[in-house]
C-alpha cells in the first residue's frame, strides 16, 4: 500500500513539474509532426506507397521520441541532485520507478496523441481503435524497459549515446508485433489479434522484469 | 552505544582514493565538525555515513546497525543534506516538502512546521526555482530534517546562508548526532563539539576523543 | 602463467586439428561445395557464443543474489568471448551466405536475433567502462547481461512468427552423413575448449586487474572498530 502511494506521488510530481515547465511535451510533440514531414521528403510517400512506408515511419518516429522522454526522466534527477535525495528516503526503488515510469508513459502517451492525428491527416491513415490499441500497448512495454535503462545511463558518462545502444535492440520485440498489427490495419495480410496478444504477453513479462530489477540499477 | 562506528574507511574513484582508512566513532548527541581543503574527502565521507555511497572497504556500523545490511531502515533514521540543494525548481516550496513527506510516510502537518522553522513560510507557495540561493538552501535543510532524524549528516550546510544562519543550524542540530563538513573555522568551533581534520583522504588528527590515524 | 599458456597453446593446436580434420578428412558436400565447410566452425562458434552468454547471465544473476565477485568476473570474461565468438559467427555465415543464398545478409529470425545478440552484449561491454569501476559497474553490467539473454529468444519468436528462411537444424533430423557429423562434434569439443581457455584467461587477467586498488571493493561484515 505505501508503496502505491509513493508510486502516485512520484508521478504526480512528475507531471506537475511537466505542466508548470512545459519543456517536453511540446517539444516531443513537434518532433513527431517534423519527422512526418521529413518522412515525406525522404521516402516521397503517396497514395501507391504510404501503405508499405507509413508504418514503419510511425515506429521510428515514435522510438526516437521516446527515447528522448524517457532519457530526459531521469537524467533531470540525476542534474537537479534529486535522484539521491528521492532514494534516500528509504522508500523502495520499485515505487520510485514505477512512479517516473507512469509518468514518462503518460507523456509519450500525450505526444501520441498527436503523432495520430498528424498521420491520419497527412497521409490519409485510418485512426482506429486497433491503431492506437497498439501504439498504447507497445507504449508500456517500452517505457518499463527503456524507463529502467535510463535510470542506468543517468548515472553513467555518456549517457545520450549509451541509451539508444541498450534500449533499441530490446524494443524490436515491440516493434515487430506493433509493425504488424499496424500493418496489418492498413491493409496487409494477416489478423492482429495474434499481434495485440503478443503485445499484451510482452508488456506482463517486461514490467514484471523490470520492476524486479529496478533496484538493482536505482540503489547504490 | 556509539551513534558512529567507521573502522578502515577506504574509498576509490577510478585508481585515486579518495578515503584511506578513516576511523571514526561519534557518540550519541555529539556534533562533529569535518575540516579540510577541497578534495579532501570531507563529501566522500559524508556521502558514506549518509548511507549515499557504500564504501570500497571497511566496516561502517549507526546505531548499531551495520549499514550495508540495513541501509534502508537507517534512512529514517538518518537526514542528509547534500552538497547541492536538490529541490525540484518547478514545485512549489511546500510542495516540495509535502513530496518527501509521502515518500517517508510521514504526516503532512510537518510542512508548515518545517517551513515556519526555517522561516521560509512566507514563500511557501513561489516555486523553488524562483528562490534565492540561500533559500534554497534553507528547503534543502528542512527537507533533511522533515522525519525528525536522529543522525544529522550536513554537507557545508552554512553555504550561501545570512547572518542569521548559525542560530537557525544550531536549532536543526539540536540534540540530534551530527557530522557537518564546512570550511569555516569559526563555525566548527562554535557548532562542533570537536573536528576532525581530513587531508588528502587520511584524517590527520585533533579533538579529544579521536580514534585515528596511520 | 605458465599454465594458462599452456592451455592456451592446447586449445589453438585443438583448432588447427579441427582445421585439418574439415579440410582433409571430410568428405565436400555434393550441393553447396567447399563452401559447406563453413558451417563447422560456423555453427560451433555459433554455439560456443551462446553458451558464453549463458555464462553471462548465470554470473549476472549469482551476481545480484551474493554479490559474488567471481561470478561478476565469470561473467564479465563470458561476456568479452562471447561477442568474439559471436563476430566469427556472423561474419562466417555471411561468406557462408554470399555464394549460397546470393546476400551476404537476410532478415530472417536467426541472423536478427544474432546481431541483437551482439549488440546487446557489445552495449554490455560499454555500460562495464563508463559504470563507477566497482559494485555499480557490475550491478548494471549484471542487469544488462540478463535482459540482453531474455530478450533474444523474444526477437527470434518474434521474427519467427513474421518471417523467416534460415536453413533449419540439420543435427536434430539426423540429416548429416556420419563422417560430417564426427566433424562438427569434433570442431564443436574444440571451440568449447578454446572459449573455456578464452575465459580462464581472461578471468585471470580481470582478477589481476581487481587486486589493483582501483576495482578492489570488499565490503567487511562491519565489525567493532578494534582501536
Redesign the interface.
Known amino acids: 500500500m505505501r508503496h502505491v502511494t509513493i508510486a502516485l506521488a512520484v508521478a504526480r510530481k512528475d507531471l506537475l513539474s511537466e505542466w508548470r515547465s512545459r519543456e517536453l511535451v511540446p517539444a516531443l510533440a513537434q518532433f513527431l509532426v517534423l519527422a512526418l514531414v521529413i518522412a515525406n521528403f525522404g521516402f516521397s510517400i503517396n497514395s501507391d506507397n504510404a501503405q508499405a512506408i507509413v508504418p514503419g515511419v510511425l515506429w521510428l518516429a515514435l522510438v526516437f521520441a521516446a527515447l528522448v522522454g524517457f532519457g530526459r526522466a531521469f537524467a533531470a534527477e540525476k542534474e537537479q541532485a534529486t535522484l539521491e535525495a528521492m532514494l534516500l528516503t528509504s522508500a523502495a526503488p520499485a515505487a520510485i520507478f514505477a512512479g517516473k515510469a507512469i509518468a514518462a508513459t503518460l507523456l509519450l502517451v500525450l505526444c501520441e496523441a498527436v503523432l495520430l492525428p498528424a498521420l491520419a491527416l497527412f497521409f490519409g491513415t485510418p485512426l482506429t481503435f486497433v491503431l492506437a490499441a497498439a501504439v498504447l500497448l507497445a507504449t508500456i512495454g517500452m517505457a518499463a524497459l527503456g524507463c529502467l535503462f535510463a535510470a542506468m545511463v543517468a548515472q553513467l558518462r555518456a549517457r545520450e549515446v549509451l541509451l539508444p545502444l541498450l534500449t533499441l535492440p530490446l524494443w524490436i520485440p515491440f516493434i515487430v508485433a506493433g509493425g504488424q498489427a499496424v500493418q496489418v490495419m492498413m491493409g496487409a495480410e494477416g489478423t492482429f489479434d495474434q499481434a495485440l496478444r503478443l503485445l499484451i504477453a510482452f508488456d506482463i513479462l517486461f514490467v514484471v522484469l523490470t520492476s524486479l530489477a529496478a533496484r538493482f540499477v536505482l540503489d547504490e | 552505544m556509539s551513534a558512529i ?4 574507511i577506504t574509498h ?4 585515486e ?1 579518495a578515503l584511506e582508512g578513516v ?1 571514526l ?1 561519534v557518540e550519541r548527541g555529539e556534533h562533529v565538525a569535518v575540516l579540510g581543503e577541497n578534495g579532501a574527502g570531507k563529501t566522500t565521507l559524508l556521502r558514506i555515513l ?12 549507526i546505531f548499531g546497525l ?3 545490511r540495513e ?3 537507517l ?2 533514521r ?1 537526514g ?1 543534506l ?1 552538497h ?8 512549489t516550496a511546500a ?1 516540495n516538502l509535502k ?2 513527506c ?4 510521514v504526516d503532512k502537518a510537518r510542512v508548515a512546521e518545517m517551513l515556519d522553522f526555517t522561516s521560509l513560510t512566507h514563500v511557501a507557495h513561489r ?1 523553488a526555482g524562483e528562490l534565492s540561493r540561500g533559500m534554497q538552501q534553507r528547503l534543502a535543510i528542512a ?1 533533511a530534517i522533515i ?1 525528525d532524524p536522529l543522525l544529522l549528516i550536513l554537507d557545508e550546510p552554512d553555504a550561501s546562508l545570512d547572518a542569521g544562519a548559525h542560530e537557525l543550524l544550531e536549532r536543526v542540530m539540536g540534540k540530534r548526532t551530527v557530522v557537518f563538513a564546512t570550511h569555516d573555522q569559526a563555525l566548527a568551533t562554535r557548532l562542533g563539539q570537536r573536528t576532525v581534520q581530513l587531508r588528502r583522504g587520511h584524517v590527520m588528527g585533533t579533538g579529544s576523543r579521536l ?2 590515524v596511520r | 602463467m605458465t599454465r594458462y599458456l599452456l592451455a592456451a597453446a592446447g586449445a589453438v593446436a585443438l583448432m588447427l586439428i579441427a582445421a585439418v580434420v574439415i579440410f582433409f578428412f571430410t568428405p565436400t558436400d555434393a550441393l553447396q561445395g567447399p563452401v559447406q565447410r563453413i558451417f563447422y566452425v560456423h555453427v560451433s562458434s555459433a554455439i560456443a557464443a551462446f553458451a558464453s552468454f549463458l555464462v553471462v547471465a548465470i554470473g549476472g544473476a549469482i551476481y545480484l543474489w551474493r554479490e559474488s565477485m567471481v561470478a561478476d568476473r565469470l561473467a564479465r570474461s563470458a561476456a568479452l568471448t562471447g561477442v568474439v565468438l559471436t563476430t566469427v559467427t556472423l561474419v562466417m555465415g555471411m561468406m557462408w551466405a554470399k555464394p549460397i543464398w546470393g546476400a551476404f545478409w537476410t532478415w530472417d529470425a536467426r541472423l536478427t536475433s544474432t546481431l541483437v545478440l551482439w549488440i546487446i552484449y557489445a552495449g554490455y561491454l560499454l555500460v562495464r567502462r563508463l559504470a563507477v569501476p566497482g559494485r555499480q559497474a557490475a550491478r548494471f553490467a549484471a542487469v544488462v547481461g540478463i535482459f540482453g539473454f531474455v530478450d533474444v529468444p523474444i526477437v527470434y519468436f518474434s521474427v519467427t512468427w513474421w518471417r523467416t528462411q534460415h536453413p533449419g537444424p540439420v543435427i536434430a533430423t539426423d540429416a548429416l552423413p556420419p563422417e560430417m557429423l564426427f566433424t562438427f562434434l569434433f570442431t564443436m569439443a574444440c571451440t568449447l575448449v578454446l572459449a573455456g581457455v578464452m575465459i580462464a584467461v581472461r578471468y585471470r587477467i580481470e582478477a589481476l586487474q581487481d587486486a589493483q586498488p582501483q576495482g578492489h571493493f570488499v565490503l567487511q561484515a562491519a565489525g567493532r572498530p578494534t582501536t
Open positions: 562506528l567507521a573502522a578502515g576509490w574513484f577510478g585508481s582514493p576511523d566513532v549518509a548511507t549515499a555511497l557504500e564504501p570500497s572497504a571497511g566496516g561502517l556500523e551495520n549499514a550495508h541501509k534502508r531502515r534512512r529514517t538518518i542528509y547534500p547541492q540543494t536538490g529541490v525540484y525548481p518547478a514545485l510542495e513530496f518527501f509521502d515518500l517517508r510516510g516555486r527537507r522525519h580514534h585515528v
